[in-house]
Structure formats: structure tokens, C-alpha cells
């Protein structure tokens, strides 16, 4: 089985400012790995995810994210935040035979104006 | 942009009664899931559905968990007789393959069970 930690539960930033929201996962099993927000009142919308090749991947919203095997790490960084950036972000794997996401706690990205 | 659809968006219903959450998946998506989120938890895998019958399910569906996909574009979580602990948001999620495909997911159903 697969899990995510993601160790901050909450994160405030000023606006301008840069961010990294980390998430750490162990797994037996070769995982994608994905990152989701989720805005108020509002579904799961896929930031970014990994599959293979580039350990850097780009996503919306001017969202990044690096997968670093030996660290079992996939944080999530954006160079600089906007106040609608304000959201929970979970990260997310899965292991590549099967089907089912598990997800992290969850951080929530509070951006200050 | 397709998306999908979950109805209700809150449902409060009686301890030992049984509910219905209905999802609409992105249309021409073949794999449909069911994941909850008890406030203040991570979100957590109950099942996937593919081909008219369950691909895999979690320890959590058990018994009193079934799904359906009763007609060509809903796919229906029914819990037979909710119990407090049932109270979660409960989200639908559709891709258009396995494994690596993204999967979609709906704006989720407040369930409350008192």
C-alpha cells in the first residue's frame, strides 16, 4: 500500500511572495503522484502530476512540482503566490498497477494580501 | 469544459436510514470512483467501478456500500443504513482509462447522519 504525509497543515504566505508546500510518500510499488486544489465549496482540480521522465513538471496556474526518488518527496512550489491561489492543496499517489488515489491531509495555502 | 456532476450538494439524513448520492460522469469516461472525506481527515478511496462491476474497493466499503451505474450516465453510491460515522463529504471521480489517466472529480455531497 501507499501513503502521503504532508507535514503542514496550514501554510499563510504574503502575496508576491514564494511557496513550497512538501509532501512525502512511501510506497513498495513504482507510484504516479499527483497534486490537486481544492477551492471553497468547490471539486478536487487536478495542479499537476507525475508519471515518468522529467522529475520537474510544470502545471496550471503557474504551479511546479519536483519528484526526488531518493528523498521520496514530490513538493509543490510556486515562485509567486496570487490571493486566488488561496485554496487546500492534496497531494496524492498511486501506485502504477492500480487504480485507487491516496491522499494526504491536505495543506491549506492561505495567501495575505 | 466537461465535469462531473454530483446531486445533492447536502444531504442530512436519520441515523439507520438509507441515502442515494448521485454523480454524473464526464460522458465518454469508461473508470468511475467513490472517495469520502470525514471533516478534518484525509480523503480516502472507497471503490472503482469499471465494466458494470467493481474494480476494487477499500476495507471501509463494505456491506452496507453498493454502486450502481442504473442508466448510461449516472453512477449512485447507496448506503444501506447510515451510521453517525457515515457523516463525510463523499466525492465522485470518473477517467477516461486507469492508473495514469487524471480522474476528474465533482464537486463532492455533504452527508450529515444524526
Known amino acids: 500500500a501507499q501513503s502521503v504525509t504532508q507535514l503542514d497543515s496550514q501554510v499563510p504566505v504574503f502575496e508576491e511572495a514564494p511557496v513550497e508546500l512538501r509532501c512525502n510518500y512511501s510506497?513498495?510499488?513504482?507510484?504516479?503522484l499527483f497534486w490537486y486544489v481544492q477551492y471553497p465549496n468547490q471539486g478536487l482540480q487536478l495542479l499537476l502530476k507525475?508519471?515518468?521522465?522529467?522529475?520537474l513538471v510544470k502545471g496550471i496556474n503557474g504551479f511546479e512540482a519536483e519528484f526526488n526518488k531518493s528523498q521520496t518527496s514530490f513538493h509543490l512550489r510556486k515562485p509567486s503566490v496570487h490571493i486566488s491561489d488561496t485554496a487546500e492543496y492534496f497531494c496524492?499517489?498511486?501506485?502504477?498497477?492500480?487504480?485507487?488515489?491516496?491522499f494526504g491531509t491536505g495543506t491549506r495555502l492561505t495567501v495575505i494580501p | 469544459e466537461p465535469e462531473v456532476t454530483q446531486t445533492p450538494s447536502h444531504q442530512v439524513t436519520q441515523m439507520g436510514q438509507e441515502v442515494i448520492l448521485r454523480c454524473v460522469p464526464i460522458?465518454?469516461?469508461?473508470?468511475f470512483y467513490w472517495y469520502r472525506q470525514i471533516l478534518g481527515q484525509k480523503v480516502e478511496f472507497l471503490v472503482s467501478f469499471y465494466n458494470n462491476e467493481i474494480s476494487e474497493k477499500s476495507e471501509i466499503f463494505d456491506d452496507q456500500f453498493s454502486v450502481e451505474r442504473p442508466d448510461g450516465s449516472n453512477f449512485t453510491l447507496k448506503i444501506r443504513s447510515t451510521k453517525l460515522e457515515d457523516s463525510a463529504m463523499y466525492f465522485c471521480?470518473?477517467?477516461?482509462?486507469?492508473?495514469?489517466?487524471?480522474?476528474?472529480f465533482g464537486p463532492g455531497t455533504r452527508l450529515l447522519v444524526l
Open positions: 507525475y508519471l515518468s521522465g522529467s522529475t
Open positions: 496524492a499517489v498511486r501506485g502504477t498497477g492500480a487504480n485507487n488515489l491516496f
Open positions: 471521480a470518473s477517467s477516461p482509462g486507469p492508473s495514469a489517466e487524471t480522474q476528474y
Open positions: 460522458s465518454n469516461h469508461l473508470y
Open positions: 510506497s513498495s510499488v513504482s507510484v504516479y
